[in-house]
């Protein structure tokens, strides 16, 4: 999955607003929306909001992953037991 807000800042430090494309322009519009309404970011410029935010989906994305990859161990255990109990059945 793509991380829109470190997108948008790559692209607002790139680009001006002028030199973009209508699609860049709504990707960094989108990404501007916790900006806009959060009272946390009040006081942050803009491309220090979104790294900000940036950071917090890509630890949220690692955490993420470290539970699936935790499911996924259970799920094979629950397997292995599931056909030892049917192997002496």
Known sequence: MANI?????QLLE???ILEMTQEEVLTVN???IPLDILPEFNH???LEGLE????LLEEASRGN????????KA???KRKKLEVV???A
């Open 52 to 55: 900000v935010l940036a950071r």
């Open 44 to 46: 942050m410029t803009t």
């Open 86 to 88: 049917e192997s002496h």
């Open 65 to 72: 992953k470290k539970v699936e990859a935790s499911q996924a």
């Open 5 to 9: 807000f470190r997108e948008a800042k």
């Open 30 to 32: 989108a990404a501007q």
């Open 75 to 77: 799920e094979r255990r």
């Open 14 to 16: 790139t680009k001006s």
